[in-house]
């Protein structure tokens, strides 16, 4: 099936950094999503791209499209302890399909 | 905010019984999907429904699966011979298409 290398798999932060989490395929993706998940809870929509190249921003969040259309990342910045979760790209593949692959995931912790 | 509700949030069952959860999606969404999330492990695609039928279904959904929109605003997933591995968080979200999908809180089953 389809993958998404999803890295890091986790990050332990201070309070203050920025942080860089990427997804790579070897498909190419019509749509790159990024979510957030908290546990007992679903995934959080956080940012939604559409176009090759597109840059996004939500707050102190920032994520790209990549030009192969096979990658994607997302930047947060001067991070807070809320920021503590579990965040996964997510991708609808060329071709029509309406489902989602979903990559494995980067665990946030965030020291105070 | 209109979000997608699941019941019940827990369900407890024993080997070889009949489940079924619930799901309402956003109202004018026409997309509906499930989601299963094994415990520390990524969301996997379970089956995609649209204009009151399956749309796509992946390996997982075998003839055990079963979903239905039995009226303008339910959706349920039915496991008629639960196994031990159908033990997951299963997750229903619903989108208006193209890619942007927003997800309940999930319902715990464990199958004992």
């Known amino acids: 099936g389809q993958q998404l290398n999803q890295s890091p798999q986790s990050m332990f932060i201070q309070e203050g950094e920025d942080v860089s989490m990427n997804c790579t395929s070897s498909?190419?993706?019509?749509?790159w999503l990024w979510y957030k998940q908290e546990p007992g809870e679903g995934p959080v929509l956080l940012i939604a791209?559409?176009?090759?190249?597109e840059l996004t921003s939500n707050g102190r969040l920032t994520a790209q499209f990549g030009i192969t259309r096979k990658d994607s990342f997302l930047n947060i910045s001067a991070s807070i302890p809320s920021d503590v979760g579990i965040y996964f790209c997510?991708?609808?593949?060329?071709?029509?399909?309406?489902?989602?692959?979903f990559g494995k995931g980067t665990k946030l912790t965030v020291n105070p | 905010e209109p979000e997608v509700t699941q019941t019940p949030s827990h369900q407890v069952t024993q080997m070889g019984q009949e489940v079924i959860l619930r799901c309402v999606p956003i109202s004018n969404h026409l997309y509906f999907y499930w989601y299963r999330q094994i415990l520390g492990q990524k969301v996997e695609f379970l089956v995609s429904?649209?204009?009151?039928?399956?749309?796509?279904k992946s390996e997982i959904f075998d003839d055990q699966f079963s979903v239905e929109r039995p009226d303008g605003s339910n959706f349920t997933l039915k496991i008629r011979s639960t196994k031990l591995e159908d033990s997951a968080m299963y997750f229903c979200?619903?989108?208006?298409?193209?890619?942007?999908?927003?997800f309940g809180s999930g319902t715990q089953l464990s199958v004992l």
């Open positions: 791209l559409y176009k090759a190249g």
């Open positions: 498909s190419i993706f019509n749509t």
């Open positions: 429904f649209y204009n009151n039928e399956i749309s796509e």
């Open positions: 997510a991708g609808q593949l060329q071709g029509g399909s309406e489902k989602l692959v």
């Open positions: 979200a619903s989108g208006q298409g193209g890619g942007k999908l927003f």
